[in-house]
C-alpha cells in the first residue's frame, strides 16, 4: 500500500478538499483518440479534451468581445475597418450579426 495521498473517486484529494485535475494517459495522446474515447463515454477522455483547449476558448471569446467593441464604437474609421475584417473571419454568431447590422445600413 503507499503512503502517498490519493485523490478519491469523485477526484478531491482527502487531504487537502482540492479537486485534483485528472491527468492525462501516458504521454501526449492524439486529438482524435481522444475525441473517439469522449463519445464512447470516457470522462477522463473528456476532462484531458476539455482541458487541452480551455484556455485557447476564453482567450478567443475575450478577443471577440474586443473586436464587438471596437466595430461597433469606435471612432478611428481604420481601426474600426480592421476589427470588421478579423471579425469577417469569426464562427462567433455575435460576428455575424454585427457584420449584417453593417451591411443594414
Not at 490519493?6 to 487531504?15: E, F, L
Not at 485534483?20 to 484531458?48: C, N, T
Amino acid at each position: 500500500e503507499s503512503s502517498s495521498v490519493q485523490p478519491d473517486r469523485a477526484g478531491t484529494c482527502p487531504t487537502s478538499g482540492r479537486r485534483q485535475r485528472d491527468p492525462e494517459p501516458a504521454g501526449r495522446v492524439d486529438e482524435r483518440d481522444l475525441i473517439e474515447r469522449v463519445l464512447a463515454g470516457d470522462a477522463g477522455a473528456e476532462r484531458a479534451l476539455y482541458d487541452r483547449h480551455v484556455d485557447r476558448v476564453y482567450t478567443d471569446r475575450a478577443a471577440t468581445d474586443k473586436l464587438l467593441a471596437i466595430g461597433r464604437t469606435e471612432s478611428d474609421l481604420q481601426l474600426r475597418k480592421q476589427a470588421v475584417l478579423a471579425l469577417s473571419h469569426s464562427d462567433d454568431p455575435r460576428a455575424r450579426e454585427l457584420l449584417m447590422e453593417i451591411l443594414r445600413r
